[in-house]
């Protein structure tokens, strides 16, 4: 876990800005909120909708991010005046937050759209409950929530708008399916479900800070679709919370909500938040626990025994995940794994046939968006195996599997964005076995995304021609992969049920 945060690697220092970012963006949205009259609460509600602007956000294009923006308080603000409204009324408030859950995640659907206005959605009511929000309070709120999503706006589309300099991330799109074959619409009974059962075991242990069991429920669910992932998630999560929990011990109980070092902790916290997101979970929820410890300091009421508490809900949530995923409509880790490997092979094939043609003269093949959507769907293939190579996995025969799965994988991709920078020289000319090389890989690919792996063969000799050679190795990475492959097929799954 160290290793991952302390080492990976940060390309164009990609994470640092958008970490640093976050910081200014979100400081910014919480002077405006003073400068205007709002109060300690709204300046923390100002702050957590910034954040949540800045985070959640994911759409393919600067465009596509601005439009999404402006859309979340139009998604939020109902929400945030039913949860005001509706405090008074348990019942009716539970079967709201119920409902919300629900529909935040079938918005998955459409796409990084609808995952920022559900997550948004669902977390302004959260914060509703975190603060205790009544009626009385709901002008003040919603002018903060207003106010602090155009200062993210500002700050995010033009103080520091980086991502225009560079190309439009690919974002693969979900698995396709209709009714309950949709990823989408049986995490979203599963998410109801354990939502359900966090909220009512959480207010047993709880009447007060029960929200903390479906608000880990909820996390557990974001980015995940199978319960091998849902699983992990819920391990890590924990994990990160007892770690923060224990920092919260040394660091903030004994700042005890002095506002300059609150102040500074809670800046520090947001960057570590925003930082180790695409790297570590645990490290994520580490970061996440601590600005919490030091929102509970400002507002007076941080103690070892709220800590504690915090501790039991969160494991309460991470329950009602597992159960809901493991007992109602589950997505086996198999069947998606399958499903992004197929799709990550298919680009493979796509990189290359674009490359070739470029190499052929072709001046409309462009392999680059290609290059781009492999690292994506590689991204989310590594995801769905993580609960194979876990620690805690007992299966060292899959977990092995698995693991050559992915370095034969990365294998490929190395080799088209070698071939693929070897297109892009104004210099390189076509040779005449780039086809039937070509030819070799797309008959590979449809070999190993059509269950026949035995029919794929390997390469003879590397040629010194530089395309050639990239060809040459990709064609080898596939036929090693066309091993553990039909093990797989031929035993047992990749994953398991």
Request: net charge positive.
């Amino acid at each position: 876990m160290l290793k991952r945060v302390f080492v990976a690697p940060d390309p164009g220092r990609a994470r640092s800005r958008f970490a640093a970012r976050a910081v200014l963006g979100i400081g910014l949205a919480v002077v405006v909120c003073g400068l205007t009259g709002q109060s300690l609460v709204g300046a923390v509600t100002g702050g957590l909708a910034a954040l949540l602007a800045l985070f959640t956000v994911t759409d393919a294009t600067v465009r596509g991010q601005a439009v999404t923006t402006a859309l979340l308080p139009a998604a939020g603000l109902p929400v945030l005046a039913a949860a005001a409204e509706l405090h008074a009324h348990p019942v009716a408030r539970d079967l709201a937050l119920l409902a919300v859950v629900g529909a935040g995640v079938y918005a998955r659907r459409w796409g990084p759209r609808g995952h920022s206005l559900g997550v948004f959605a669902f977390m302004t009511f959260y914060v509703a409950e975190f603060l205790h929000a009544t009626p009385g309070q709901l002008p003040g709120l919603c002018a903060a929530v207003l106010l602090s999503v155009l200062s993210a706006a500002v700050v995010r589309f033009g103080v520091w708008c980086y991502e225009r300099r560079v190309p439009p991330a690919a974002v693969p799109a979900p698995p396709a399916g209709r009714g309950l074959a949709r990823v989408t619409t049986r995490q979203a009974v599963q998410a109801t479900a354990g939502a359900g059962f966090a909220l009512l075991v959480g207010q047993l242990v709880s009447g007060q800070r029960w929200y903390w069991a479906v608000g880990a429920t909820w996390w557990v669910f974001v980015n995940t679709a199978s319960r091998g992932e849902t699983l992990v998630r819920g391990f890590r999560r924990v994990m990160g919370t007892v770690i923060g929990i224990v920092l919260g011990v040394a660091v903030a109980v004994p700042v005890h909500g002095a506002p300059l070092p609150t102040v500074v902790l809670v800046a520090v916290a947001v960057f570590g938040i925003f930082y180790t997101a695409a790297v570590s979970y645990t490290w994520m929820m580490l970061w996440v626990t601590v600005l919490a410890e030091s929102l509970y300091g400002l507002l007076g009421v941080l103690s070892p025994g709220l800590l504690a508490l915090r501790l039991t809900e969160t494991g309460v949530g991470a329950l009602g995940a597992v159960l809901a995923v493991l007992f109602v409509l589950p997505v086996t880790t198999h069947v998606t794994t399958d499903a992004w490997i197929q799709r990550a092979l298919r680009c493979v094939h796509a990189c290359t046939a674009e490359a070739a043609a470029r190499l052929a003269g072709d001046p409309d093949a462009d392999p680059a968006p290609r290059v781009a959507e492999l690292e994506q769907l590689l991204g989310r293939v590594r995801l769905s195996v993580a609960p194979l190579v876990h620690p805690l996995n007992i299966a060292p025969a899959r977990k092995r599997r698995a693991r050559q799965v992915l370095a034969l994988l990365d294998d490929c991709a190395r080799e088209v964005r070698g071939l693929v920078a070897v297109a892009a020289d104004p210099e390189a000319s076509h040779d005449a076995r780039l086809a039937a090389a070509c030819w070799r890989v797309e008959a590979a690919v449809e070999s190993l995304t059509t269950g026949g792996a035995d029919h794929v063969h390997s390469p003879a000799e590397p040629p010194a021609e530089p395309a050639l050679a990239h060809l040459h190795g990709l064609e080898r990475a596939l036929s090693d992969l066309a091993e553990p492959l039909r093990a797989r097929s031929a035993s047992s799954p990749l994953i398991g049920a």
